[in-house]
């Protein structure tokens, strides 16, 4: 088997399929992680990913590189892209892959999609960047930097999350920022 074949298979065994989201994620690394010096075969503990989507191939990106939330290697910042930045912690290098935008003439079938994905030059379907991340040092795996304790609702929060409002330590929901409403 091929390197792809490898870590399509990987892909699929996580997303369920190989859909053209997962055909496109699995290039992203693989394009991401050579630029990096990187072998995608082998999980690389030096790695940090953002992904700027979470769709398909956010999936691809999480089954083949390994990095994932719960081990702060995966950081989602959804700006709606097919676009992801690697990171190497250890000599500060990035790359940044995104989806060049979709031909005309490209298939509507998702099978022919998925294949045009698949056997296209690499200069055809991804945009390479070299960029600079700044990884803010809460955000990096290990130990919490700082955990303090919301005044309002007693809850715990950790990595810097808080708000300071004058005499009091906020959570983000006690502050305003709050996606659900009690009921
Ligand atoms: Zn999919
Ligand atoms: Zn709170």
Do not use: W
Request: aromatic letters at 4%.
């Amino acid at each position: 088997m091929n390197a792809i074949t490898t870590l399509l298979e990987k892909a699929k065994q996580f997303h369920g399929d190989i859909c053209p989201g997962i055909a496109t994620g699995t290039r992203m690394t693989i394009a991401a992680m050579r630029e990096l010096g990187m072998n995608p075969l082998e999980k690389n503990q030096n790695l940090i990913v953002y992904v700027e989507i979470d769709r398909c191939a956010t999936d691809a990106i999480q089954a083949i590189t390994g990095c994932s939330l719960g081990h702060r290697t995966l950081k989602v910042l959804n700006f709606g892209k097919f676009a992801a930045t690697f990171v190497d912690t250890q000599n500060g290098k990035a790359v940044r892959v995104s989806q060049l935008p979709k031909k005309e003439d490209q298939p509507t079938d998702m099978n022919e999609l998925r294949d045009m994905i698949l056997n296209a030059p690499e200069e055809q379907i991804i945009r390479i960047q070299e960029v600079s991340v700044q990884i803010p040092p809460e955000d990096m795996p290990g130990f919490p930097s700082r955990s303090v304790t919301c005044s309002k609702c007693k809850e715990q929060i950790m990595d810097g999350r808080d708000i300071q409002k004058g005499e009091l330590i906020l959570c983000k929901s006690c502050s305003g920022e709050a996606y659900y409403s009690s009921l």
